[in-house]
């Protein structure tokens, strides 16, 4: 199998500063909910919720972000992308600046909620810019880069001045807030339409021919299915390492500092390489060996090599995300598929708690890293068939482009 690596799709514009800004802070915002998860719980004990109450809570959270985004999705990739950013980014500012300013478990829970609702917007409004943007496999990855970075920062803010609801959920009500500003950024669907009815599966106003359709749903239940079988590993991996491979706190500390390097390092080699190193082939390679390193990590028991293994683990995992939002954005240039890609990782993530303490409690360590491994094979055979209908889309558009007629600013990609 060959992957040559595809030429930009037509009608998308370039990738500027302020479109970086916008289409990247706007999805990191939306979707960091999901990674101050822990910080969060913990905060919530200072107004008397148990650690089970909290949880509860900001799982109630995350399955509304990801509702939310799955029902504005459509809406987005038309015509409504910037009202559901700012209402989404005014939402996600307004209750969790509730939730770090007053000092009641009620309310500040129903700020929690409404917040949810509102960063599943935004990560749609988000999802649906990047695919206007050229060479999706370099924007996914400086998107991915983003999103580790500014992850890394916050991770490092909050427990510096102290985990509390002011911390917790105020700094990202904060970059919720200054992220509505960014929203008259974002790029816009294409305004060109594409003549050719070959060129249809492009053209944002011909309906996609059959083949995109199945490819687009066809990614998102693998891509919901992919996130169940990976955060379970993820959500278990602290309780795992401790049990099977004597890993203590200090340890699991340094496994997290790690994985943010190490993904960050994968976003960095994803979005230098863009579409030069192809997509099927490195997505094809990342599930494999991801594949392998989860069966390992359910048969490791020496502390080194199992936190060594949860790393290496971490950095493919990163680069598999990457390629399949990439492939979202390739399949339609209107965002119909990179609008809701990551509400379905959420609606997976969302029950891969429940699935990883299941399975682990009731066949053992290494049942469960065969389990996951064998999700990750069973997937790999319908994302590559998915990721070659997108790069032939891209090709597709790029015979039908129309040139643009417009270079507001510099491009930055």
């Not at 800004?21 to 148990?50: C, E, K």
């Not at 960063?119 to 983003?146: C, E, H, M, Q």
């Not at 390097?261 to 960095?268: D, F, K, V």
Request: proline letters at 5%.
């Amino acid at each position: 199998m060959t992957d040559l690596a595809s030429p930009p799709a037509g009608n998308r514009v370039p990738l500027t500063a302020t479109r970086a800004i916008s289409t990247f802070g706007i999805t990191v915002v939306g979707f960091m909910t999901a990674n101050l998860i822990p910080v969060m719980i913990l905060a919530l004990g200072d107004l008397g919720y148990s650690a089970t109450g909290a949880g509860t809570l900001m799982t109630a959270c995350l399955l509304l972000s990801a509702l939310s985004c799955l029902a504005t999705s459509r809406w987005t990739a038309k015509t409504g992308r910037y009202v559901v950013a700012r209402v989404g980014l005014g939402l996600t500012a307004l209750g969790f600046g509730t939730a770090a300013l007053v000092p009641d478990a009620l309310i500040a829970g129903i700020g929690i909620i409404l917040a949810g609702l509102g960063s599943g917007g935004a990560v749609a409004a988000g999802g649906a810019a990047l695919a206007a943007l050229r060479n999706p496999d370099r924007a996914s990855g400086i998107s991915g880069f983003t999103n580790r970075a500014i992850v890394a920062v916050v991770l490092f803010i909050i427990p510096a001045v102290g985990i509390a609801m002011g911390s917790a959920f105020g700094i990202l009500a904060g970059l919720a807030l200054a992220a509505l500003f960014t929203t008259g950024w974002l790029p816009d669907r294409p305004a060109h339409p594409i003549e050719d009815p070959a060129a249809q599966a492009t053209d944002v106003s011909v309906k996609p021919s059959r083949s995109v359709t199945i490819a687009g749903f066809g990614l998102l239940t693998c891509f919901a299915i992919w996130a169940l079988g990976e955060d379970s590993l993820w959500a278990v991996a602290a309780v795992m390492g401790e049990q099977q491979a004597g890993l203590d706190e200090t340890g699991m500390g340094l496994v997290l500092s790690l994985s943010t390097l190490g993904g960050l390092a994968a976003a960095a080699v994803v979005s230098a390489g863009g579409n030069r190193i192809g997509r099927t082939i490195p997505l094809v390679a990342a599930l494999l060996i991801g594949a392998a390193l989860k069966i390992s990590a359910g048969f490791v028991t020496d502390p080194q090599l199992y936190l060594a293994v949860i790393i290496a683990w971490n950095t493919i995992y990163i680069v598999a995300f990457l390629y399949v939002v990439a492939i979202a954005a390739a399949l339609d240039v209107t965002g119909r598929w990179s609008a809701p890609i990551l509400g379905v990782y959420l609606v997976g993530s969302s029950f891969a708690p429940l699935f990883g303490t299941a399975v682990s409690e009731t066949f053992g360590y290494q049942s469960l890293g065969i389990v996951l491994g064998a999700i990750s094979l069973l997937l790999l055979v319908p994302m590559a068939l998915i990721s070659r209908t997108s790069l032939k889309v891209e090709r597709a558009a790029a015979a039908h482009s129309t040139p643009e007629t417009e270079f507001p600013q510099a491009a930055i990609a």
